[in-house]
């Protein structure tokens, strides 16, 4: 045999031996991962049945991008769908038959919803609770209430399918999972008055950070599709400056669309444009408290 041939053969076996290696690695350190048990002590939070509080936990839900997820009903829907086998379908929260939330314990929403994992321990992959983590107990408690009171569905569980690339990088830690993100030592926020300050739009903009990072710097979403945009940096010098006045942002969120009419692509603005001008007046107000992007 030809010696450049046998060294081909013997190159392509090699790279076929290696190749594999890196999937079975993918799968196996990537399921391994999902499978690990994380203590968490939580507390169930009160909640509200008065229908100022139920109504909170309402605009709170359609506004934070819970429906992106799993549907204003509450019973799942399907958000990421790509012909490279990337699917992510949100499960059903309602009481219904298949949902599995059904039998959550009101602490164990809070455990899920706060810190990313579930009742058993293990992790939530996908569940954006760093988005969460910082609601306070009167907030989390009229969220919980208002999923509670859905009425029921019938919905299975999440379908979760993941491609290899994407297996990989969760196993070696470029993508996380929210529970990894999280200092689950924090105790829960204070309450925070609901006005148009930056105080205030501090406490709206913890929603950004799944997406936009923790300092709201912008940049690739982890573990999104490829063909998603990078998320933008918020800050000034960033993307901020398309928005000289409370106004012009709030037509954006409220829209989809920039000032030159362009239309925003991957933002969640089903749920965004829900969100009350005083409120989206406070992440405006933050936003310009920021360091300027680049600093």
Not at 19 to 33: D, R, T
Not at 52 to 79: I, K, P, Q, S
Not at 95 to 101: D, F, K, L, V
Not at 160 to 188: N, Q, T, W
């Amino acid at each position: 045999m030809h010696k450049g041939f046998r060294i081909a053969i013997w190159t392509m076996a090699v790279v076929v031996v290696l190749a594999g290696g890196v999937v079975l690695y993918a799968q196996l350190a990537s399921e391994h991962k999902l499978q690990r048990r994380i203590e968490v002590a939580v507390a169930p939070v009160a909640l509200p049945d008065t229908a100022a509080a139920l109504e909170r936990g309402r605009y709170l839900y359609e506004t934070r991008g819970c429906t992106d997820c799993h549907g204003r009903d509450g019973a799942g829907r399907v958000f990421i769908d790509e012909d490279n086998g990337f699917r992510i379908k949100g499960p059903n929260l309602t009481s219904g038959r298949g949902s599995p939330t059904a039998a959550y314990r009101i602490e164990d929403w809070v455990r899920a919803i706060r810190h990313g994992v579930k009742p058993d321990g293990r992790p939530l992959i996908i569940m954006p609770s760093e988005d969460y983590n910082r609601l306070s107990d009167d907030d989390l408690g009229a969220m919980i209430a208002h999923i509670r009171a859905l009425p029921p569905a019938e919905g299975d569980q999440r379908d979760i399918r993941l491609p290899l690339p994407v297996r990989l990088a969760y196993a070696i830690g470029i993508v996380r999972d929210a529970a990894e993100k999280i200092d689950h030592s924090l105790p829960p926020a204070a309450p925070v008055t609901q006005d148009d300050s930056a105080v205030y739009g501090a406490y709206v903009a913890q929603m950004c950070q799944g997406c936009h990072g923790e300092n709201l710097q912008g940049g690739r979403i982890p573990g999104a599709p490829p063909d998603w945009p990078p998320a933008a940096d918020l800050r000034p010098g960033g993307t901020l400056d398309r928005y000289p006045t409370a106004d012009s942002f709030i037509a954006m969120m409220h829209s989809g669309k920039r000032p030159d009419g362009s239309t925003i692509q991957v933002m969640p603005f089903e749920s965004l444009s829900g969100m009350d001008a005083t409120e989206v007046a406070a992440l405006y107000a933050y936003l310009n408290t920021l360091p300027k992007a680049g600093r």
